[in-house]
């Protein structure tokens, strides 16, 4: 049994021996910065630490569409009337005459405005830009 603890412990000393040789060969790496240490790739995200200079930066949002409806009005109607609706059929519609039109972003109220004719076009000029405590009130209509 002392023969296998024997060459046990050579082949021990023989790996040893190999190993430290080869660390003794091989240039130390340099310590890598202290963000290398970190293995997250992502910084983590806190409201406090947006650039300033993206603060204020819209510009990657300016070329996104979004639908713009001007409306001029509502009404319920009861499908039997809706049925019986044919071409030159009126329909009242909740509003008066020389209201505001409505101006919806993306079905969301955001401003009032007047209807206009430009080179025999229709448009809307904008009066008036609503408040998010009356966009909300309008919601609630």
């Given at each position: 049994?002392?023969?296998?603890t ?10 040893g ?5 080869q ?51 509502r ?13 030159g ?5 909740a ?36 408040s ?10």
């Amino acid at each position: 049994m002392s023969e296998e603890t024997t060459q046990d412990d050579s082949a021990m000393d023989d790996w040893g021996a190999a190993m430290a040789e080869q660390a003794a060969s091989e240039p130390t790496p340099e310590k890598p910065p202290a963000a290398a240490e970190n293995p997250s790739i992502f910084k983590e995200f806190s409201g406090s630490s947006v650039p300033a200079d993206t603060h204020n930066d819209i510009d990657f949002i300016l070329d996104i569409p979004v639908q713009l409806t001007v409306e001029l009005g509502r009404t319920k109607i009861a499908i039997k009337n809706l049925l019986q609706l044919a071409q030159g059929s009126v329909v009242e519609l909740a509003g008066m005459a020389g209201e505001p039109m409505d101006i919806l972003i993306n079905g969301f109220l955001i401003a009032q405005g007047e209807v206009v004719v430009v080179n025999d076009k229709f448009g809307i000029r904008v009066t008036d830009i609503i408040s998010p405590a009356e966009r909300i009130r309008k919601l609630n209509k």
